[in-house]
């Protein structure tokens, strides 16, 4: 017979929670709440970005920068952009979310993202991999919305050609939030040319 010891009851078998905790608790994804540790190394909610935060960051606020994700998306990461240049070449940028502002090395928050590794996706619930102030508000690449971000731009011939590429810390404001439908639309309709298509396209 095999051995063991009683640790506590899970649930119901066949009861989606139980089974879901199952599954977390055979493949050891993190799920506890986040700690009081944790949660001290958070900003206030009223966080903004300031002339005094952002010394050292280019300011590409005027750019057609959006996202496409899944509908519903909270924690949009990364948003994207693109236009022509004066000679005819073609600017690509891809801007992720600068969560590092916040997430200083060796907090107890950059231990616990660290052993988290990453967000976890299931059937009706997601795991962050740093509490919701920062992955759903201050670090979400909302629309409208004012955000830190590390930036990377590509300047590109009509070829392909790469002629020039530039890293560096941002802040950006995106132009929409599109679903993965409705940038398939914009790039389908040759009769949609506003900015947000042209930026997609």
């Known amino acids: ?8 009851t899970l649930g119901k078998m066949g009861d989606k929670s139980t089974e879901i905790e199952v599954i977390m608790l055979e493949h050891d994804v993190a799920h506890e709440s986040f700690s009081g ?3 001290a190394c958070l900003p206030p ?22 996202s496409i994700d899944p509908p519903n998306c909270k924690d949009i990461d990364d948003a994207l952009h693109s ?3 004066s000679n005819g070449n073609y600017e690509v940028g891809v801007h992720i979310a600068d969560v590092t502002h916040f997430l200083l ?17 299931l059937v009706g619930k997601r795991l962050d991999m740093i509490p919701g102030l920062l992955s759903e508000t201050l670090c979400s690449l909302k629309q409208g919305q004012d955000r830190f971000a ?3 731009l590509w300047e590109i011939t ?28 914009m790039i389908d309709d040759p009769n949609m040319n506003d900015e947000r298509a042209t930026s997609v396209r």
């Open 1 to 8: 017979f095999p051995l063991g010891h009683y640790l506590k």
């Open 37 to 39: 540790d944790v949660l």
């Open 45 to 66: 909610p009223d966080w903004t970005i300031t002339e005094e935060n952002s010394i050292g960051r280019r300011d590409l606020r005027d750019l057609p920068v959006l």
């Open 83 to 85: 236009r022509t240049l």
């Open 105 to 121: 090395p060796g907090t107890a928050m950059d231990k616990e993202a660290s052993n988290r590794s990453t967000a976890t996706y």
């Open 150 to 152: 590390f930036s990377v």
């Open 158 to 185: 009509p070829t392909g050609d790469i002629v020039n590429v530039d890293f560096f810390k941002s802040i950006i404001r995106s132009i929409a939030s599109l679903s993965y439908t409705e940038a398939q639309i």
